[in-house]
């Protein structure tokens, strides 16, 4: 009886199948769903969530097949302080593991993938004393990182603001990764980026700096860098691309640079205006070489292609000032000065003393037209018009246009070359041409700090001195005129003691 009641159900659910064909498929679907269901609910157990970094990476790793294990090592400092400040903590001792205290170093590994011992990447994140994820770090991996490994980063870096520094040191590094690091620039606030000692043979560091981020400084040292790769790394960092309004530290140190790449470091900085060190020692740099890129700061002579730019540049933003104006105006006329202001720069216009007053006052003001206002609503929202090659950063002599010198570059490090006697009286000439624009150019600073050991000069001559005596002269006028300085991209006092201790900080950390 009980076969001929299971043949029966069969037969039944068999009929209604072929007679709605749709319930079959509903029924699985139903299925699908309790069996997805019942996935999330064990993954919401487990609480992986993107801000909780540490044991993030690993199961995303894991659960994407990652052809290598993940292992996370937390370190807390008491105090951290990135690259861009002041570097006042100095680096304190290891302790033996029996004293390591709660507020010096906390370690943590977690491995969630079953692979060969030698398959591991050691991933070390360091935090802050508010529990912010500040810095990540892989050095000394001897296997190839995965290219999932720096997807899932990108996964958990947006949530996590305080992230200012990657450094990937002493590993393998491909082209790939350099493309995910670069994803991982545009989608955080990370500022610091560390690749010393990785080459990469395809040389494509530049595609780091071909969009705007937050990249401040970049340390490619000892990265086998030719001068093509310099060629393409510079020709990101003229006044007009995206990385000339952020990069401030260039670290090519100990690399294959030669006479040539140095002439395209001398093309780039007659026109930007933002880089504030750059670090060429242990190259192979000459006098000729080194001449091109002490030209640019000192008066030089624009040719068309400058000239045609500095013209094209105007015309741009006069364009877009008018178009700015002509929708202040018509918003004002129309009554929607707020909305106006909010969509055209993004922020709820700031000053009370720019908006129309509604009630009048008693005492007597001068009429202001639609027109007036609509003229400093844009001042405001556009801004003025900064060129490196501007009217007022440039002399006409002789039919001729001059630019007047980079004077916002201030430290540069070129031990370790080439270079002879020529250049140590370039570099006097060049400091005393300098010298001579500080007492009516108060705009920026000029070179502060030079390095020249290692290199073919007399260990003392009139040119030597006259060095020194003119780069104490400026730090200390520099110091004195306090009040007086630019903002933005100028050189700050804090600026100048990180520059200073910068190179002593590198050769300890990462030598």
Known sequence: MKKTETKNKNVTIADKASADPHKVQNEKSKKCL??????????????????????????VCSQWASAATVVIL????????????KRTVKLKKNKPKDEVSVGDIHESSVSLNEFPENSEVPITVYYDVSNQLVEISIIECVTRVPRKVIRAFSLSVPYQTSLKRFTFCKSHLTAELIYEINKLLLISNICELILDDSNVPEGNYFILLEQLSHLKYLSLNRCKINDEVCKNIFKNIHFDAPAAKTLQILDLGSNNIT????????????????LLHIN???NGITDSGFRRILDSLVEFQLNNEEKN??????????????????????DLKSGNVHDSTES???RKFGPKHHRLKKTTSIKSEPIRT????????????????????????????NELTYCKGNFVLCSLNIAYNHIEYPSVRKLSEVLEYQDGIFHTHYKDTGLLRIILEGNRIPET????????????????FRKASDGKRRKGTTFHKKNLSHVVGLRQHSSSQLI
């Open 370 to 397: 639609f027109e007036d206002e609509a003229e400093t609503m844009t001042r405001d929202i556009v801004g003025e018009f900064h060129d490196p090659f501007s009217p007022q950063n440039v002399v006409l002599r």
């Open 280 to 282: 060429l020692s242990g």
């Open 34 to 59: 309790v069996s997805t269901t019942q996935v999330i609910e064990t993954e919401t157990t487990t609480n992986y969530t993107p801000k909780e970094f540490d044991t993030f990476i690993p199961w």
């Open 259 to 274: 006479d040539d790449g140095a002439t395209f470091i001398g093309s780039a900085l007659r026109s930007n205006r933002c």
């Open 344 to 346: 055209i720069s993004g």
């Open 309 to 330: 730019a500095a013209a094209g540049r105007k015309v741009s933003y006069l364009q877009s000032k008018m178009a700015v104006y002509a929708r202040c105006l018509d």
């Open 461 to 476: 001559c009139a040119e030597l001195d006259a060095i020194g005596w003119y780069l104490k002269k400026n730090v200390n």
């Open 74 to 85: 937390r370190k807390a400092q008491e105090e951290y302080v990135n690259v861009c400040e």
